[in-house]
């Protein structure tokens, strides 16, 4: 029955744009933030946050920014930079008059010397992740409430947990595709049979969307807490990884998602 499923799968489906599209240009050597104003003062410790994401997104090793060294580095982040720049996060709407253009939130875009970062992870004992990134379908559940559905490409459930997937993946440098709506259904993948679909078969299943691997989560909103569960889990090389994280927002949830499978991938071992 699988087999025929995945038959149709295949022919139903169409290459992906969102979120595939927003992080195939992976861009290893940069790294973005958001800063208040366009002043040294915000600027300095943007580029610090920066310095610490691509030094995480050119070796795949979260647990690298653990190592005490990196504090010195920060303290001179600026000399690891090729240029910067600002994109107003209000573009089109009026300063107020008691604002000023001081207190706007900008993006601010860093791209870093490649050569430079390369031997910064060297002096902390990791190499640049050189082989090529698997590129992931993410088949995910989510429960809001009562409600539940599956995240895809297509529809209007979770337009902002997309754009926050995309932004998640971008970040570690990891290609990224959803399926459809269309594609969910005719496999019968839905919150509750997910969790007892096997990865072997959902790697499967990727594989036809064009991608490499599968990495299968959920996501539950937690009214006590008030805040969002996410269990993930894939299959590498034989084993099976699980992790999770517990009472954060859904953009924390989709990082410890992309931060987890890049770990591993890279040869870092279990996330925490």
Known sequence: MIAVLLLIFAVLHMPGVDVAAASTALNLYQARTIVTGQREETRGPGLERCLEDVLVKVSGDPPVLADPAIASMKGHAASYVTRFRYRDRMEGIPIHDEQGSRDRPYDLTVDFQANQIDAALRSLGREPWTAPRPRLVVFLGVRLGTATYMLARDGDHGLDQRDSLAAAAWQMGLPVELPTNVDLGVAGLT?????????????????????????????????????????????????????????????????????????IFSGHGQPR
């Open 191 to 263: 919150f509750e049979t997910l969790p007892l679909t096997q990865l072997a078969d959902l790697d499967v299943a990727a594989k036809k969307f064009g991608g490499d691997l599968a990495l299968a989560g959920s996501l539950v909103w937690d009214k006590k807490s008030l805040g969002w569960a996410a269990d993930w889990r894939l299959i590498n090389g034989g084993r099976v990884y699980h992790w999770q994280i517990r009472d954060v927002n859904f953009d924390d949830a989709f990082r410890s998602g992309m931060r987890g499978a890049a770990q």
